[in-house]
């Protein structure tokens, strides 16, 4: 009988420290996977800032150009000989990474540095939203020579007399972007989106 019970006593006491280890692993464990998700939480907020960051000041640098050759088209005769306007952006894209650039008059006709001419290669909402906030910047949109995915950025050419006088513009591939700024911020190891304010995937 005292052996049975002495059985029974121990047997009670390995089930309740191997319950209590199994609690203490669990417990152990959900602190550690608690810890690691925050760390990957903050890991990814950082990064995004970064990436976010390096967005910007590539924007930043590419509106400041934009605003650049904006006051030297105004160069008198420039703008009314399109094989003159043509030369100057082709000589001035040759200096910069756009894919093209262009100029589109208050009427709507966009000349390239490429030669080509389109109409309304920028719509006449994104014009107005251009003149109201200083500049605009496309969401993925096919360019019109290669159909390659592109982005178009664009400012206002300086008033004349109180009236809009065009916009400047360029435009640059998806993946000049995307490999710009995916190796800056994830040192090629994981995968960024750019996402426009109204939730589309931009880059």
Do not use: C
């Not at 000349?111 to 993925?140: C, K, M, Q, T, W």
């Not at 360019?143 to 300086?158: E, Q, R």
Request: aromatic fraction near 10%; charged fraction near 15%.
């Amino acid at each position: 009988m005292y052996k049975v019970t002495g059985f029974k006593r121990a047997f009670v006491l390995i089930v309740a420290a191997a319950v209590l280890v199994a609690a203490g692993s669990v417990l152990y464990w959900r602190q550690v996977t608690d810890r690691l998700s925050q760390d990957a939480r903050g890991i990814i907020v950082s990064t995004s800032r970064e990436l976010a960051d390096n967005f910007s000041r590539l924007l930043g640098a590419e509106f400041r150009l934009l605003s650049t050759i904006a006051v030297s088209l105004q160069e008198p005769g420039l703008l009314d000989n399109q094989d003159l306007l043509v030369s100057y952006l082709d000589k001035q894209n040759k200096h910069n990474a756009f894919t093209l650039m262009g100029y589109q008059d208050a009427s709507g006709r966009a000349v390239f540095s490429n030669g080509g001419v389109l109409p309304d290669f920028i719509s006449s909402d994104n014009v107005a939203y251009a003149y109201e906030h200083g500049h605009y910047i496309s969401g993925r949109r096919k360019g019109p020579f290669t159909g390659k995915d592109i982005l178009v950025f664009a400012v206002p050419m300086p008033s004349q007399e109180g009236k809009p006088n065009g916009l400047v513009f360029a435009t640059q591939s998806i993946e000049f972007y995307a490999s710009t700024l995916s190796a800056n911020a994830t040192h090629g190891q994981g995968l960024a989106f750019i996402i426009s304010r109204t939730g589309n995937i931009v880059i």
